[in-house]
C-alpha cells in the first residue's frame, strides 16, 4: 500500500518536517513492515509558460519541428532559471496553440531518469529549456504530446511553480499489507495506524461524508441461497444512480499525481474517481453506464458453461463458483474482481450506476485465482472490507461526481445489508498480562481497545468487548492480548532469552543428521535447498529401481501443472539446481541436499479428504485416519557433482568429477553416522551400466539397500543440459541413521608394529570384488587392522571369465610385534574363507 504524505496529513496531523523516514519508523513500530518510498524525482526551475509564438520548421529528415517563443516571466521579470521573460524552445510536438499554458522546465532542472536540462543547440536554434509532456513529468504514459494545463482545467499565471502546482513536491511511503491487515489497504487504515503510534489527531474520513438519502429503490436481487461452503457471497450491496456526469472532462491535476503516487494509472475521470475513494476508504466501488443495464441487477453464483467477457476484453468460460453481477441480460461483471466490457463507462455516457458491496473474501480470492485476474479490488475483498463503510463510500463517488464531472445526484438507490451481528468476545482480568509475560494495567488494556475502536462492557470476569467493523482479523481474547501489545508498545516487551532445562538438547539422530551435513559441507560441497514438487517422469526415472514402478502423491492444487507431484527423489530437483548455476557461469559443482522424500507404499491411498472442524479438537480416530492418509517421509541425502573437482592450475591439470567422487561423499558418510556403508556394483535405470553401486548396510533382518551412487546416463545429463558426466548418490538416511549404534568412539592408536602383506585372489568376473573383500576380513581375525583393494586384473595369465583381485592387507596385535608366521596364518584364514564362499585361489 503507497500512501502519498499530502493525502495522510488530511486524516491525521503530521508534525512539521515530518518526513518519509519517519512517517516509516511510525508505522513499523505498530507492526506494519516498510518497503520503499516513492518520489516523483523532479527539481526545478520547472514552470507555467504561455506560448506566445511559434513557427513550423521542415527539417531534411521529413520532421517538422514547431521553434517557440514561451514567456516564463510575467511582463518583463527575470524567469526563474535568471534568464529572460521568453525563451526560445525548439519542441516537437504540435498539440498546442498560441496562447497555451505549458509546462516548461528551464536549464538547470532535473526530470525524472534522471534527466538533466540545459540550454543546447539542436535544429539550428539554442533551445532554452523545454515544453514537457505527461510522461516526462512522472504523471503518466501520456507521450504523443506536451501537456496543455487547460486539459486539467487549470489556468495558473505565467511563472507558477509546477512541481508545487501539479503535485509534483510530494511523496508517498510504501508498507507491506499482511493478510490479516486489510483495513490498512486504505488511506484511512494507515492515518489510523499513524495515530496509534504517535498519539496525532485521527480524523476519519467516513464521517465526513453524508450518506445520500434514496427515494426511489433501484431493483436488485441478491440470489445465493445455496452459498459454496456456507459462505453467503454478498452481505452488503449498495447502489446510487448520477446523471449528467461529464465522462469527458479531465482529471484534476491533484487526482492524477496522488494516484500516480498510490500506484495507480489515471484512466479517465470517473474511473479516477472511484479509484481514489477505493484508496481513501479502502471500499472497492465499480461504476457502470446505467442506459446499458436492462433491468436491475442481480447478484448470483454462474451458471455452468455461462460466459463473460471482462473490461480487459477476455473472453472468460464461468466457474459455478463464481459470483456474478448480472442483469437481465445476463452477466455484467465477476463481484469483487472485474466488471464486464458491456457496461464498461466511455465518453459517452451520462448517467452511473455506483455500486459499493461487501463480498465473501474466500469466494472472491477463489475467483481471481481462478481466471488469473488479480486486482486491486479482489486484493482488498481478499483480506476483508469494512461492511459498514461501503453506504459512505458509494456517497463520496456520487459527492466527487457531482464536484468534478458535473453531475447531479438523483434519488434512485438500494441498500441490501444481511451482515451478521458481530458476538463480543469475553477478556478475563489479567489475561493478556500473564499470556505477553508483562504486567498491563486495566486503564493501559481499557484505552489501547477503545483506541483500536472496540466496544467495552463490563462483566464480572473481566470485559467484554465487541471489535470494531473493520477489525474481523479480531477474534478472540489471543488476537485482543496481541493488539493491546502492539499499541502500547513491542518496545514494552523485553528480551529475555529461555533458559533450556537440563538433560535436553539436541536427540541422537538430530546430532547425526548435522553431522552428516557439516562434514560434506567441510569437505566441499554446498548444501542446496530444492522444490518438493516434481513431474510424473522424474519420479518415474530416479524414484525406482531398474524397471521398477514407484506410487506417486498428486498435490490437489499443485502451484506449478508442470510438477504436481511430491518428489520420491532428490535428484531431480539437485539436477535443477546444478542447470541453474551453469547458466549462470557456475560449472564446477559439488552440492547435496538434505530434506525429505515422499514414498507411499503400493496400493496404499494416501491424502484423506476429511477436514475436520477447524474450532474443535479431532477426536483420536480422526487423528488416526489423518495420519494414516500421510505417506512414509524418508529423510534422505542427495549428492551431485559436475565439472572439475580440481581446476586447471600451474602444473596441475584439471581433475573431472567421475563417480569415484560420488563413492567418496557416501564413504565421509559413513565415517560421520559411524555406520559401515557397504558398495557393490547394481544397476539403476538412470545410472550408467557399470559405473553404478549399490550401497546398503547391514541390519538384523540382513542387509538393506540404501541408495545408490554413480554416473548419470549421458542421455539423462543431456536432458538436463548438464555435461555428459554428472556424478550423482542418494542415500535414505533415514535408515543409515537407524542402523547407527552407539557413538562413534576413536580407535586406539596401535604402538606395536604392523606386519603388512599382499594377497592376490582369482575368483569369477562376476562376483563383486567387495563380496571377496568381505570374505577376507571376516576370515583373518582380530588381527587384521585394514585391508583394501588394490588392483582388479584381467588379461594374460588369467582364465576367461576370471579376475585377480589384489589386496594390501595390516596386521597388528596390540600387546606384542606379530611374526611372520603369525600373520601369515591369519592371511591364510581369509583366503580359506574366501575360497568357501566364493571359490577364490591364490594366484599363481
Not at 87 to 116: E, R
Not at 280 to 294: A, F, K, R, V
Not at 436 to 441: A, F, K, P, V
Not at 830 to 841: F, H, K, N, P, T
Amino acid at each position: 500500500m503507497r500512501v502519498p504524505l499530502s493525502w495522510l496529513g488530511e486524516y491525521v496531523d503530521l508534525e512539521p518536517g515530518t518526513t518519509p523516514e519517519d512517517v516509516h519508523a511510525a508505522l513499523v513500530s505498530v507492526g506494519l513492515e516498510e518497503e520503499e518510498i516513492h518520489r516523483f524525482d523532479i527539481s526545478g526551475p520547472v514552470v507555467v509558460g504561455e506560448v506566445v509564438e511559434f513557427v513550423d520548421e521542415p527539417q531534411s529528415n521529413g520532421k517538422t519541428i514547431r521553434w517557440c517563443q514561451v514567456r516564463v516571466a510575467p511582463g518583463d521579470e527575470t524567469a526563474a532559471d535568471g534568464g529572460p521573460a521568453v525563451h526560445g524552445i525548439v519542441c516537437g510536438a504540435h498539440n498546442f496553440f498560441a496562447g497555451d499554458k505549458v509546462v516548461v522546465t528551464l536549464p538547470g532542472a532535473v526530470l525524472p531518469g534522471p534527466f538533466p536540462i540545459a540550454a543546447r543547440k539542436t535544429y539550428g536554434h539554442v533551445s532554452d529549456g523545454m515544453i514537457a509532456s505527461a510522461r516526462e513529468l512522472g504523471l503518466g504514459d501520456e507521450h504523443e504530446g506536451i501537456l496543455r494545463l487547460a486539459t486539467l482545467g487549470l489556468d495558473p499565471a505565467v511563472g507558477t511553480d509546477a512541481i508545487a502546482l501539479l503535485g509534483l513536491d510530494d511523496a508517498a511511503v510504501e508498507v507491506n499489507v499482511t493478510p490479516d491487515r486489510g483495513y490498512a489497504f486504505s488511506i484511512r487504515g494507515i492515518a489510523r495506524e499513524y495515530s496509534h503510534a504517535t498519539g496525532a489527531t485521527f480524523r476519519d474520513p467516513a464521517l465526513a461524508v453524508a450518506p445520500i438519502v434514496t427515494a426511489s429503490e433501484f431493483p436488485v436481487t441478491v440470489d445465493d441461497e445455496a452459498p459454496i461452503r456456507g459462505r453467503v457471497g454478498a452481505s452488503v450491496f449498495v447502489t446510487r444512480v448520477v446523471r449528467g456526469v461529464d465522462a469527458t472532462r479531465p482529471s484534476p491535476a491533484w487526482l492524477i499525481a496522488r494516484l500516480k503516487l498510490a500506484g495507480i494509472r489515471s484512466v479517465s475521470l470517473v474511473v479516477d474517481v472511484t479509484n481514489y475513494v477505493m484508496l481513501e476508504l479502502g471500499q472497492p466501488i465499480h461504476g457502470y453506464d446505467l442506459d446499458t443495464l436492462t433491468g436491475g441487477i442481480i447478484v448470483r453464483r454462474a451458471q455452468p458453461g455461462e460466459t463473460l467477457t471482462t473490461l480487459d476484453n477476455v473472453p472468460r468460460v464461468l466457474d459455478p463458483e463464481d459470483l456474478l453481477i448480472a442483469d437481465d441480460s445476463g452477466p455484467i461483471g465477476l463481484a469483487g474482481v472485474m466488471g464486464g466490457a458491456a457496461t464498461e463507462i466511455g465518453d459517452s455516457t451520462t448517467s452511473l450506476l455506483v455500486e459499493a458491496a461487501n463480498f465473501d473474501p474466500v469466494s472472491i480470492a477463489r475467483t481471481a485465482r481462478r481466471h488469473k485476474l488479480p486486482s486491486e479490488a479482489s486484493r482488498r475483498f481478499e483480506r476483508g472490507v469494512d461492511p459498514a463503510v461501503a453506504v459512505v463510500a458509494a456517497a463520496r463517488v456520487v459527492q466527487l461526481l457531482i464536484e468534478l464531472a458535473g453531475g447531479e445526484a438523483d434519488d434512485l438507490g438500494s441498500l441490501h445489508d444481511a451482515t451478521p451481528d458481530v458476538d463480543p468476545i469475553d477478556l478475563p482480568s489479567g489475561f493478556i498480562s500473564g499470556l505477553i509475560g508483562l504486567e498491563y494495567t486495566d486503564e493501559e488494556v481499557r484505552s489501547s481497545l477503545a483506541e483500536i475502536g472496540a466496544s467495552l462492557a463490563e462483566t464480572a470476569s473481566g470485559l467484554a468487548v465487541t471489535p470494531p467493523s473493520w477489525r474481523p482479523d479480531l477474534t478472540d481474547k489471543w488476537t485482543l492480548a496481541e493488539e493491546v501489545a502492539r499499541i502500547v508498545g513491542y518496545d514494552r516487551i523485553p528480551s529475555v532469552l529461555p533458559v533450556a532445562p537440563p538433560g535436553r538438547g539436541l536427540t541422537a539422530s538430530q546430532v547425526l543428521r548435522r553431522t552428516v551435513a557439516q562434514t560434506l559441507a567441510a569437505t566441499g560441497h554446498t548444501e542446496v535447498l530444492a522444490y518438493p514438487f516434481v513431474p510424473e517422469t522424474a519420479n518415474t526415472l530416479f524414484g525406482a529401481a531398474a524397471g521398477g514402478t514407484v506410487p506417486q502423491v498428486r498435490i490437489a492444487n499443485p502451484m506449478d501443472g508442470e510438477a504436481p507431484y511430491l518428489r520420491t527423489s532428490l535428484l531431480p530437483g539437485l539436477l535443477d539446481i546444478a542447470h541453474r548455476n551453469r547458466s549462470r557461469g557456475l560449472t564446477d559443482l559439488a552440492i547435496f541436499e538434505v530434506g525429505l522424500v515422499f514414498k507411499p507404499e503400493a496400493g496404499s491411498a494416501f491424502g484423506s479428504h476429511l477436514v475436520p472442524p477447524a474450532a474443535v479438537r479431532p477426536s483420536a480416530e480422526v487423528e488416526a485416519e489423518l495420519n494414516a492418509g500421510i505417506p512414509p517421509q524418508p529423510l534422505t541425502l542427495g549428492v551431485l557433482l559436475a565439472g572439475n573437482q580440481v581446476r586447471h592450475q600451474p602444473g596441475q591439470l584439471p581433475v573431472p568429477a567421475g563417480w569415484q567422487d560420488a563413492l567418496t561423499a557416501v564413504r565421509q558418510v559413513a565415517l560421520a553416522t559411524g555406520v559401515e556403508i557397504r558398495v557393490a556394483q547394481g544397476s539403476h535405470q538412470a545410472l550408467h551400466p557399470g559405473r553404478t553401486a549399490v550401497l546398503s548396510v547391514a541390519t538384523a533382518a540382513g542387509p538393506r539397500v540404501v541408495g545408490y551412487a554413480g554416473e548419470l546416463l549421458p542421455t539423462v545429463a543431456r536432458a538436463a543440459d548438464l555435461p555428459a558426466v554428472v556424478a550423482v548418490a542418494e542415500i535414505d538416511l533415514s535408515a543409515v541413521l537407524d542402523a547407527a549404534g552407539d557413538p562413534v568412539v576413536a580407535q586406539t592408536i596401535g604402538t606395536m608394529p604392523a606386519a603388512t602383506q599382499d594377497l592376490s585372489l582369482v575368483v569369477a568376473d562376476s562376483i563383486p570384488a567387495r563380496d571377496v573383500l568381505q570374505a577376507v576380513i571376516d576370515g583373518s581375525g582380530g588381527l587384521l587392522e585394514h585391508a583394501e583393494l588394490v588392483d582388479d586384473y584381467r588379461g594374460g595369465g588369467i582364465e576367461p571369465g576370471r579376475k585377480s583381485l589384489t589386496f594390501a592387507l595390516r596386521f597388528r596385535a596390540p600387546d606384542r610385534t606379530l611374526t611372520a608366521a603369525e600373520a601369515s596364518d591369519a592371511k591364510l584364514a581369509g583366503v580359506a574363507a574366501a575360497a568357501e564362499r566364493y571359490g577364490a585361489s591364490l594366484r599363481e
